[in-house]
């Protein structure tokens, strides 16, 4: 069936630095989503990309659809502590179809 | 505006009972997803309903479980019975159309002993 693949699975950085995280498919998708999860709440979006080669900001997070619609990245610049959380790609193949995650990036800021 | 609302927040059971769980989803949305997380299998998605009805349900674990959505506003998932292996956070969420931006609820934390 459909899977998403996330790397790395986690991450350790210092406050500050900049980071990179990716999400790759198998299966072409026509949406991407990246959410974050906090402790004890449920994912919250963060980025929706629609178009192939798409690159998307919010403040200090950026997204990419990949051109071979098969992968999407995303990087947040300057962490903070506050960044801390689990970072979810997710994905669908048209507007009708189920979304589905990836198994998620945890990422931990050190001060 | 409100978003998508859990009922219940927390809840112990013991195994071999009935669990319910409960989700209204946003206003105007027409799509419902239940997803199931552990931290063994991450999010998965148990049912999709459009229009209240459901699209897909591939993802449900067996026959114990089941959904339904009588209506655009109300929908429920129910173990029956319960074991302690469906310890996890479920999580409802809505969305406008499936494969458009969906929305979470804060999840209903099931732990059965």
């Known amino acids: 069936g459909q899977q998403l693949n996330q790397s790395p699975q986690s991450m350790f950085i210092q406050e500050g630095e900049d980071v990179s995280m990716n999400c790759t498919s198998s299966s072409i998708f026509n949406t991407w989503l990246w959410y974050k999860q906090d402790p004890g709440e449920g994912p919250v979006l963060l980025i929706a990309?629609?178009?192939?080669?798409e690159l998307t900001s919010n403040g200090r997070l950026t997204a990419q659809f990949g051109i071979t619609r098969k992968d999407s990245f995303l990087n947040i610049s300057a962490s903070i502590p506050s960044d801390v959380g689990i970072y979810f790609c997710?994905?669908?193949?048209?507007?009708?179809?189920?979304?589905?995650f990836g198994p998620g990036t945890s990422l931990s800021v050190i001060p | 505006d409100a978003g998508v609302i859990q009922s219940p927040r927390h809840e112990v059971t013991e195994m071999g009972q009935e669990v319910t769980l409960r989700c209204k989803p946003i206003?105007?949305?027409?799509?419902l997803f239940w997803y199931r997380q552990t931290m063994m299998r991450g999010l998965e998605l148990l049912i999709y309903?459009?229009?209240?009805?459901?699209?897909?349900d591939s993802g449900m674990p067996e026959d114990r479980f089941s959904a339904k959505m009588p209506n655009a506003s109300f929908s429920t998932l129910k173990i029956q019975p319960s074991e302690p292996r469906d310890s996890a956070v479920y999580f409802c969420a809505s969305s406008t159309g499936g494969g458009n931006t969906i929305y979470f609820g804060e999840g209903s934390w099931l732990t059965v002993v």
């Open positions: 997710a994905g669908s193949k048209t507007s009708y179809d189920k979304v589905i």
């Open positions: 309903f459009n229009n209240n009805v459901p699209i897909d």
């Open positions: 206003s105007g949305h027409n799509s």
């Open positions: 990309l629609y178009k192939a080669g």
